[in-house]
């Protein structure tokens, strides 16, 4: 069974009611029957994967800070943490938008035109907050469509043909009110559409190729209404498909390389039918997929890096079936991702920029499996778990460390009402916190379990075996600042420790340069994983660490952007 859901380019949110098999079609929407969350995302060049944590993996092109980590022009061919407790996600082109399971909006990438909406124009190497109250979002190629909690639906960025809706051909740096009564939206290169609560489709912007629907190749820079009994729609590069409460698609729109699907190469300036049956549908730069009832999914259109997935380069003007046991699907710019109902991500086409994500650069002409552990779609609206440790309120310095730690299960508590925040950690706890989160970053995942007699020798196997540590501790006692700091030094491979201060040798006043561990405490001050435990910048190696300051570590360490920068001389 798949819920009528919008995944597109950019995925969008989907609000409108489900209609599975043998249920009477939805004939009305409301902003608040939220539908499923959309976990993956294929960009311009770069890709987004939401797993079963909440946390946030990105990969492929970081030349406009699309990654959320920093460090530009960087190709990152396998995935890496970049943001917590994520709900949702859409990569556009240049950027990408991500909410937060508070409702929250954040962004991040390439600024040039207001892409961001943060009302400036400078790129963003780390994610931004843009407004709170969203349940949805899109992002385009350079513009982006939000939908509140309430149902009003904003935009911003590039709109020289339109494509805001705003009635204007003015760009906008922040989100700018375009409409009410809005259950979904989807922004392509450079034109959107919306279905409102009633399920007419509206669009607007760009129609050179008659995209928007209305019958004309005139653009427009208000929503004009197409059809009725809409359930989600899917905008690419000038191309629209909707499905509708009946469970069928319909295309319209450029159809040079095949990718309306309807056997031929003209494009259509009207709503077209082209099968029954669908579940999701997703529009990419000049192909589209979807998945149907059964979980098949087909895919047609531009096909000159595989991106199809059928094993050959030539274009297809109709559907070929893939695979089977889908969930969700993205279409990139010419790469496309999909995630099955056993949670792993699969991807193929284009990977010049390492989009895909398996460790290469070479393109793919069938699906690879990338990653375990995705999240549903479907499960992506659940909360986070609440937070009940009353010694970790928001008064304290730690509390977003601890609370983020504790979400993606790499901390516990000492009981279900207490963190314990002043608490030492064991060796023992140590070396499995270790173990854990390099386990994380290397398969995204965290399968190590305790071990016996000793609960803790699994772990300390796995640190012995994977050059985390290279001798025994006393495993029962506290753990000293300085040799946590030195075992936490080696679970990342080097580029996880990026270069983010600049700190002097004998700089750090308690850690002179022939300090045992003065390496493994500069590269994580240099990192900003460490910021010293006063104004001078003390690390007070000798100092057992409390579980707060192990709370900053692991955040610091998972997602660059918690990183904290100075200088040091």
């Known amino acids: 069974m798949f819920k009528k859901s919008m995944v597109c380019i950019i995925l969008a949110l989907m ?43 990105t990969w492929g092109d970081n030349d406009t800070w699309a990654l959320g980590y920093g460090t530009p022009r960087l190709l990152r061919d396998a995935p890496r ?50 407004m709170d109250g969203v349940a949805a979002v899109s992002a385009g190629r350079s513009h982006t469509a939000a939908i509140k909690t309430d149902g009003t639906l904003w935009a911003w960025g590039f709109n020289i043909d339109g494509a805001l809706g705003d009635g204007t051909t003015k760009t906008k740096f922040s989100p700018v009110k375009i409409m009410d009564g809005v259950a979904a939206v989807s922004a392509g290169s450079m034109h959107t559409a919306a279905i409102k609560t009633d399920g007419t489709l509206w669009t607007w912007g760009k129609n050179d190729f008659g995209q928007l629907g209305d019958g004309t190749g005139n653009d427009s820079n208000v929503p004009v209404k197409i059809m009725d009994g809409v359930a989600a729609v899917a905008v690419g590069d000038r191309t629209t498909f909707v499905i509708k409460t009946d469970g069928s698609l319909w295309g319209w729109g450029r159809n040079d390389s095949g990718q309306l699907g309807d056997g031929t190469n003209n494009h259509k300036s009207e709503p077209i039918k082209l099968m029954d049956g669908v579940a999701v549908v997703a529009s990419g730069g000049d192909h589209t997929a979807v998945i149907k009832e059964d979980g ?45 109902t056993d949670s792993t991500l699969w991807a193929w086409g284009r990977n010049n920029h390492g989009e895909l994500g398996d460790g290469t650069t070479d393109n793919r002409s069938r699906p690879v499996k990338i990653m375990d552990g995705v999240m549903l779609p479907a499960e992506a609206k659940q909360k986070a778990p609440a937070f009940t440790f009353t010694d970790a309120s928001t008064s304290n310095w730690f509390y977003d460390d601890v609370r983020i730690a504790w979400q993606m299960g790499l901390l ?19 070396v499995k916190l270790a ?19 000793n609960w803790y020798q699994s772990y300390v196997d796995y640190a012995k075996s994977n050059g985390i540590i290279s001798r025994d501790y006393n495993w029962n006692a506290p753990t000293t600042r300085a040799e946590y700091i030195e075992i936490f030094a080696n679970v990342f491979p080097d580029e996880g420790y990026a270069y983010k201060n600049l700190v002097q040798s004998n700089s750090i006043p308690d850690v002179p340069w022939n300090h045992p561990q003065a390496d493994a405490i500069y590269k994580l001050y240099t990192a900003g994983i460490l910021q010293g435990v006063d104004e001078a910048r003390n690390c007070k190696p000798n100092d057992f660490i409390a579980r707060s300051e192990v709370s900053a570590i692991v955040t610091r360490m998972m997602f660059e952007y918690r990183r904290v920068s100075f200088m040091l001389v």
Not at 304 to 322: A, C, H, L, R, W
Request: aromatic share 10%; charged share 15%; with cysteine.
């Open 15 to 57: 609000f409108a009611a489900a209609l599975l098999p043998g249920t009477a079609p939805a004939t009305a929407f409301t902003a608040a029957e939220v539908g499923d969350f959309p976990t993956i995302s294929a960009g311009g060049s770069h890709t987004t994967v939401i797993t079963n944590d909440g946390t946030l993996w």
């Open 81 to 130: 943490a970049a943001f917590d407790t994520v709900a949702a996600v859409s990569a556009g082109g240049l950027c990408t938008m991500a909410i937060r399971r508070d409702g929250t909006l954040w962004a991040w990438g390439r600024n040039s035109s207001g892409y961001l909406g943060d009302t400036t124009e400078e790129s963003k190497a780390y994610p931004v907050k843009i």
């Open 296 to 340: 098949s999914l087909w895919i047609w259109g531009r096909n000159n890096y595989s991106q199809v997935g059928d094993g050959t380069t030539g274009d297809k003007n109709s559907p070929v079936k893939i695979m089977d046991g889908v969930a969700a699907v993205s279409v990139g710019e010419w790469h496309t991702i999909a995630l099955k």
């Open 412 to 430: 516990n508590g000492k009981s279900p009402t207490s963190f314990a925040p002043g608490d030492n950690l064991t060796y023992a706890e140590t």
């Open 435 to 453: 173990a854990c989160m390099h386990q994380l970053f290397n398969t995204y995942k965290v399968t190590l379990t305790n071990g016996s007699p």
